[in-house]
């Protein structure tokens, strides 16, 4: 039995993309542990995860800081890792590929650097959609890929019933109307005028819910609909992923939720700007689709609703 580590950092929505290779790269190592290296909000998450033995964590720390290097070069070293999957693929990941382990060769450490097709540049690489290159860097080290193009975020589903019964959530619609502060350019400014239509025509058979992260409790009271917390808190990620699971339909900014939507298997509408395409992050499934516009200001509730009742029948 040999120790096999996973280099996923986040963010939240990449994690429930890179479920169905972590599920591949498991099942291709039966016989082996398998350790992931991310960061403190997923540290708990990975802990569910029926595919990971243990997560590490890694604080991130500025890679100038020889101390910090040096601590998780020990840590990491102890396990004596046989093979290194890097999911990432980031800056920082190829900075510890070429301090922490520079004399690995990509039989050693798998990433979409070490596994670049023929003839092909990162820059080319990158085009291809997100699963697609997963599915690319597996299949280069002769792993079988049965679960990589299709995630399955459900293993970080949680048990929510005491939390839908407080809220008397039977049938519910969920909105995810916020995103990042500093990317307000993938936020769409009519959940008010859709929560209105989607009222006016299905009276109470819906429900109309948000589900706020910390620094959007206050927001969502702007919002035409009931805000869902535990005990005055945001819910955490197994308690969204469940009330994410549950709902008839999800309709959601280019976020994190938008993604554990898609990969839960639940219909959907993602919103999507000019900011990324949406191909690009392999967010359409068969129930949970995307609108692409190049200026959500100009994306009508009109056109929405007429999108969402297409997939709700």
């Given at each position: 039995?040999?120790?096999?580590?996973?280099?996923?950092?986040?963010?939240?929505?990449?994690?429930?993309?890179?479920?169905?290779v972590?599920?591949?790269?498991?099942?291709?190592?039966?016989?082996?542990?398998?350790?992931?290296?991310?960061?403190?909000?997923?540290?708990?998450?990975?802990?569910?995860?029926?595919?990971?033995?243990?997560?590490?964590?890694?604080?991130?720390?500025?890679?100038?800081?020889?101390?910090?290097?040096?601590?998780?070069?020990?840590?990491?070293?102890?396990?004596?890792?046989?093979k290194?999957?890097?999911?990432?693929?980031?800056?920082?990941?190829?900075?510890?590929k070429n301090?922490?382990?520079?004399?690995?060769?990509?039989d050693?450490?798998?990433?979409?650097?070490?596994?670049?097709?023929?003839?092909?540049?990162?820059?080319?690489?990158?085009?291809?959609?997100?699963?697609d290159?997963?599915?690319h860097?597996?299949k280069?080290?002769?792993?079988?890929?049965?679960?990589?193009?299709?995630?399955?975020?459900?293993?970080?589903?949680?048990?929510?019933?005491n939390?839908?019964?407080?809220?008397?959530?039977?049938?519910?619609?969920?909105?995810f109307?916020?995103c990042s502060p500093?990317?307000?350019?993938?936020?769409?400014?009519?959940?008010?005028?859709?929560?209105n239509?989607?009222?006016?025509?299905?009276k109470?058979?819906?429900?109309?819910?948000?589900?706020?992260?910390?620094?959007?409790?206050?927001?969502a009271s702007n919002?035409?609909?009931?805000?869902?917390?535990?005990?005055?808190?945001?819910?955490?990620?197994?308690?969204?992923?469940?009330?994410?699971?549950?709902s008839?339909?999800?309709?959601?900014?280019?976020?994190?939720?938008?993604?554990?939507?898609?990969?839960?298997?639940?219909k959907?509408?993602?919103?999507?700007?000019?900011?990324k395409?949406?191909?690009?992050?392999?967010?359409?499934?068969?129930?949970?689709r995307?609108?692409?516009?190049?200026d959500l200001?100009?994306?009508?509730?009109?056109?929405?609703?007429?999108?969402?009742?297409?997939?709700l029948?």
């Open positions: 039995m040999s120790n096999i580590l996973i280099i996923k950092h986040g963010s939240l929505g990449d994690i429930a993309q890179a479920s169905g972590i599920q591949d790269i498991s099942e291709n190592h039966k016989d082996d542990d398998i350790f992931i290296l991310t960061t403190k909000p997923y540290l708990d998450l990975f802990r569910k995860n029926p595919y990971i033995k243990e997560p590490i964590l890694d604080k991130r720390l500025s890679r100038f800081n020889p101390f910090y290097l040096y601590s998780l070069m020990r840590d990491l070293k102890k396990y004596n890792f046989l290194i999957y890097d999911l990432q693929n980031s800056n920082r990941t190829s900075f510890y301090i922490l382990f520079k004399n690995s060769k990509k050693i450490w798998s990433s979409s650097l070490t596994t670049l097709p023929e003839g092909k540049t990162k820059q080319e690489f990158d085009k291809l959609s997100v699963l290159r997963f599915d860097q597996i280069t080290c002769n792993l079988v890929s049965k679960h990589t193009l299709y995630p399955d975020f459900s293993w970080a589903c949680s048990d929510i019933a939390l839908k019964n407080e809220y008397n959530l039977n049938k519910y619609i969920l909105l109307p916020f500093h990317l307000t350019i993938k936020r769409w400014p009519y959940y008010n005028e859709l929560s239509k989607i009222k006016n025509e299905f109470d058979e819906y429900k109309i819910i948000v589900a706020p992260g910390p620094e959007e409790i206050k927001e919002i035409n609909a009931e805000c869902i917390l535990d005990n005055g808190k945001s819910l955490n990620i197994s308690q969204l992923a469940s009330l994410i699971k549950d008839k339909f999800v309709i959601a900014n280019d976020t994190g939720p938008a993604h554990i939507s898609a990969h839960l298997g639940v959907g509408l993602a919103l999507f700007g000019p900011h395409s949406a191909k690009l992050v392999s967010i359409e499934r068969e129930k949970f995307a609108i692409q516009v190049d200001n100009k994306l009508s509730a009109d056109k929405v609703f007429e999108r969402m009742m297409e997939l029948a």
